[in-house]
């Protein structure tokens, strides 16, 4: 009895063939795009069509526009909050590794700062800026502060939790060969609880950038918070826009940027979770 055989369908070959050319990473980059597209058109049709208030909702077009007409004063505020964000997750990062590996290596500085640390972390950055008036003054000084202090404790748990679960064994081996304190600190358990600890100064990283542009709305201390205040306002909404998408623009480069810095430094971070969708 002869068979019959289906020829495969040839509408399916060309998206076969550009899926086998492109690699995962290019295809994954390809999506985002399409994502970004999809977000854009949607917004386009929102503030087109009238389902938002077009005095509300302005079109993309008009929101580049106002980044145009204003791209001095809007470069003059990224750099303002670039060095607020700068300075405060600077301590953050140093102050929250170096007290993090103190208590993860000590029970009794752990026992002595939970109940601190369980008091303070829930604590909102922007209800300590008339604390923080007082003691720095409206600027830079306590636009920075404040994001250390919010900064600060992802690194410090991520820190104490990854130095507290390197293994006993690596430790008791490396001491068996001779490293002592210091030694065994800076050559054993930072790089062990490093992966931990990138994850932590990862979600500082973002958190830092939305204390700073909210403390300069709420504080008016300059930068890219009080330049979006500023339009809204004049009654600008294409600048107040073009504002918002700049913090948004800054904020995912700072991201990327410290991805491709960890990829580089701490290779073992990312191994076995990368996938080929």
């Known amino acids: ?66 980044i145009i007409s204003h791209m001095t004063a809007l470069a003059t505020a990224l750099v303002a909050t670039l060095e607020a964000w700068a300075l405060g997750i600077s301590v953050a990062v140093v102050a929250g590794i170096l007290i993090g590996t103190l ?3 000590s029970q009794i500085a752990d026992a002595a700062t939970e109940t601190i640390v369980r008091m303070m972390r829930p604590l909102p950055s922007l209800a300590l800026i008339p604390i923080a008036i007082l003691i720095a003054g409206l600027g830079v000084r306590m636009t920075a502060g404040l994001v250390s202090f919010a900064a600060f404790w992802p690194v ?7 130095v507290r679960q390197v293994d006993n064994t690596v430790l008791e081996t490396a001491a068996v060969l001779g490293l002592k304190k210091l030694n065994l600190l800076y050559r054993v358990v930072l790089p062990s609880a490093s992966p931990m600890i990138a994850s932590g100064i990862q979600v500082a990283i973002s958190l830092a950038l939305v204390v700073t542009v909210s403390v300069e709305l709420v504080g008016g201390t ?8 500023l339009a809204q306002q004049g009654n600008e909404p294409s600048v107040m826009f073009g504002g918002i998408i700049m913090g948004g623009l800054l904020g995912w480069g700072i991201s990327r940027l410290f991805a491709w810095i960890i990829d580089r430094f701490i290779p073992w971070r990312t191994q076995g979770i990368r996938t080929n969708a």
């Open 103 to 105: 208590v993860g290596r």
């Open 1 to 66: 009895m002869n068979q019959v055989r289906f020829a495969p369908d040839q509408s399916e070959r060309p998206l076969e063939l550009t899926r086998a050319r492109l690699t995962p990473r290019q295809r994954r980059t390809v999506r985002q795009i399409g994502g970004i597209l999809v977000a854009l058109a949607l917004w386009e049709l929102s503030s087109a069509t009238g389902a938002v208030n077009s005095n509300a909702l302005v079109t993309p077009l008009a929101t580049f526009g106002g």
């Open 222 to 229: 300059g930068g890219l918070g009080e330049f979006i205040l």
């Open 156 to 162: 410090f748990i991520n820190t104490r939790v990854g």
